[in-house]
């Protein structure tokens, strides 16, 4: 595929220490340090695909399922799924790493968009996404839908037009 770039090319691992300062008086992460750290991380990711600044446009639903406690090690991991015209969905996963027994746990996942805007802020067109594997295609595939759903709920598409949402939209 002409003008594109696989879904590892803008791989991106963020990785902090949990240190008191980050956390709240029950000695757990505040959510807002993590939700700074995983913008940073998709943003980064963006970057690396687009070649651009490239600036949050949406973050899907962020669910705090497991605290993250001081001591812990976190490593944010962020990646293009698929990319548009000018804008990219960038996956972030969020791993508590255990030092002790050399585990690693997924507490945290979201789906983020990110638009690629020149030096003067204008929108710029990004390459696309070739997948490599059925991981990758599956992430591509469900991007559209996303994208769609995202669309629907910022009020900038009618649910009547949208393809790939029939489903849910029709019940």
């Known amino acids: 595929m002409k003008n594109s770039k696989f879904p590892t090319d803008s791989l991106n691992i963020h990785t902090e220490l949990i240190m008191p300062g980050h956390t709240n008086p029950l000695g757990n992460l505040m959510g807002g340090n993590l939700l700074s750290w995983m913008d940073v991380a998709c943003g980064i990711s963006a970057l690396k695909h687009s070649g651009h600044i490239s ?83 599956k992430l591509y595939d469900g991007a559209l839908r996303r994208r769609e759903l995202r669309l629907v709920l910022a009020g900038k598409l009618d649910p009547k037009e949208a393809k790939n949402l029939k489903k849910i939209f029709l019940t």
């Open 55 to 137: 600036v949050t446009a949406s973050v899907d639903n962020v669910s705090f399922k497991l605290p993250i406690r001081v001591g812990d090690v976190v490593s944010i991991e962020s990646h293009v799924t698929r990319a548009f015209s000018t804008s990219m969905e960038v996956l972030c996963e969020v791993h508590i790493q255990n030092i002790e027994d050399n585990t690693e746990t997924l507490s945290h996942q979201a789906f983020m968009t990110f638009v690629a805007l020149n030096k003067f802020g204008v929108k710029v067109e990004v390459p696309q996404i070739e997948t490599q594997n059925e991981v990758e295609q």
